[in-house]
Antibody, heavy 122, light 106 residues
Framework: QVQLVESGGGVVQPGKSVTLSCAAS????????MHWLRQAPGKGLEWVAGISFDGNNRYYGDSVKGRFTISRDNSKKTLNLQMHSLTAEDSAVYFC???????????????WGQGTLVTVSS | EIVLTQSPATLSLSPGERATLSCRAS??????LAWYQQKPGQAPRLLIY???NRATGIPARFSGSGSGTDFTLTIRSLEPEDFAVYYCQHRSSWPVTFGQGTRLEI
């Protein structure tokens, strides 16, 4: 079955950087776009960034544009998110998710990983 | 960006009752709307995509309808496991956005 496992979360100081990873299995990774989404404690869902199945197209939410970089390694079936200049507002559970269908256009997200918690605090 | 507004914020019902959740878009999104269910401590689970298509393994008591700017998720006869938070999400354009959620409580 499709499985997505995030890692890399933890406590990070304001202004510092961290890289999250997502290991995928159970599907042809190179056929699907992938995304990072987040959920601050007690809050709703926010799409953060997406990357096309071939890595040629990357998309970012306004709140992270210029600070976060999404990337993928199709040979290793991994998705990454480099996060820089972190602030308290970036504290959240970060989920990776798979595109619902193969497309360059936005799709739904299915499934989601269990998430990794990033806490930005001094 | 397209804003999705969900109503009500909280819906209090009993098992066996019918639930009707609403999602309104700030501009037309055709039928490019999905619904997710999230339980405490869990990742969101896809229920419905493109307004009315049930995801794999989703029971038939879940149904979706609408087009343009107004959408509805209906749960025909609530089971105890249906009490959760529900989010809508559009895929009409970048950035995709979510509604703020509707909490369905007993």
């Amino acid at each position: 079955q499709v499985q997505l496992v995030e890692s890399g979360g933890g406590v990070v100081q304001p202004g510092k950087s961290v890289t999250l990873s997502c290991a995928a299995s159970g599907f042809v990774f190179s056929n699907f776009g992938m995304h990072w989404l987040r959920q601050a404690p007690g809050k709703g869902l926010e799409w953060v960034a997406g990357i096309s199945f071939d890595g040629n197209n990357r998309y970012y939410g306004d709140s992270v544009k210029g600070r976060f970089t999404i990337s993928r390694d199709n040979s290793k079936k991994t998705l990454n998110l480099q996060m820089h200049s972190l602030t308290a507002e970036d504290s959240a559970v970060y989920f990776c998710a798979k595109d619902g269908v193969r497309s360059y256009h936005p799709t739904w997200f299915d499934p989601w990983g269990q998430g990794t918690l990033v806490t930005v605090s001094s | 960006e397209i804003v999705l507004t969900q109503s009500p914020a909280t819906l209090s019902l009993s098992p066996g009752e019918r639930a009707t959740l609403s999602c309104r878009a700030s501009q037309s999104i055709s039928t490019y709307l999905a619904w997710y269910q999230q339980k405490p401590g869990q990742a969101p689970r896809l229920l419905i995509y493109d307004t009315s298509n049930r995801a794999t393994g989703i029971p038939a008591r879940f149904s979706g309808s609408g087009s343009g700017t107004d959408f509805t998720l209906t749960i025909r006869s609530l089971e105890p496991e249906d009490f959760a938070v529900y989010y809508c999400q559009h895929r009409s354009s970048w950035p995709v956005t979510f509604g703020q959620g509707t909490r369905l409580e007993i």
